[in-house]
């Protein structure tokens, strides 16, 4: 699993790709999708805002967008707002860092195809990312991938 990340600049949050490529590589046994690329893009809310115009024709920042694709081995582009990602973290109160791992988390599974529409789907969905959201201790990283 190779992660391509990007920041845009004043963007400061610090993360160790290699437990995201982890956290995605567990993801990604048992979908078909092994041996897969992921473009992980850290941005500003403004940045954001025009993003979620663009493709969801809201006019405002969101927390994360997913973007499917179909260009060689890439599965998709993750766009997280580091900053409306900094005030949930605050109101979940836990670190900015945590809020971004299950941002990602929750990209990473609409990449998977898994949606929060209906009750059912949703409930579906909390469930997986349930899952991967555990892993993101270096333990239980490790524990899981030798499993």
Known sequence: MIIHLSKQAGVKTRINLKDFERVAEAA????RAANREIELHLVKSSQMKVLNFKFRNKNYPTDVLSFEHSLGNLLGSIVIDVQTAAKQAKDYKHSTLREVQELFVHGLCHLLGYDHELPKDAQRMASVE??????????????????
């Open 130 to 147: 349930s899952r991967l959201n555990r892993l993101w201790t270096s333990a239980a990283i490790k524990a899981k991938l030798k499993s």
């Open 28 to 31: 990604l046994r048992g979908h």
